[in-house]
Each structure stands twice: as structure tokens, then as C-alpha cells.
């Protein structure tokens, strides 16, 4: 069954390298984006702004 999957994505990358490519590019950008869409505050950060209980 591993090997089934692991051929099928062989296959993939040897008939169309341009597209597999775009695919783990666009993926990337999509982490990317998505990480800048993250905020992080620190609990130092949250009682200067007032929002400790």
C-alpha cells in the first residue's frame, strides 16, 4: 500500500515536475500567509495593555 502511494508520487514528479513545483510553492506561501495571520503576546505584554484580570 506505501509503495502504491510512494509510485503514485514518483510518477507525478517525473510527468509533470512544473506542476508537483507549483503545488510546494503555493503551499508554502499559504504557511507563510497563514503564520503572519498568528499573534503572539507574551503575559508581559498582556498586563501592560491592562488585560490582567
Known sequence: ???QIFEGIANAI???PKLVAFFIAATLLLG???MTMLSMQS???RCMDGAAG
Open 32 to 34: 507563510i500567509y497563514g
Open 43 to 45: 503575559p508581559r505584554c
Open 14 to 16: 517525473i510527468r509533470r
Open 1 to 3: 500500500m506505501i509503495q
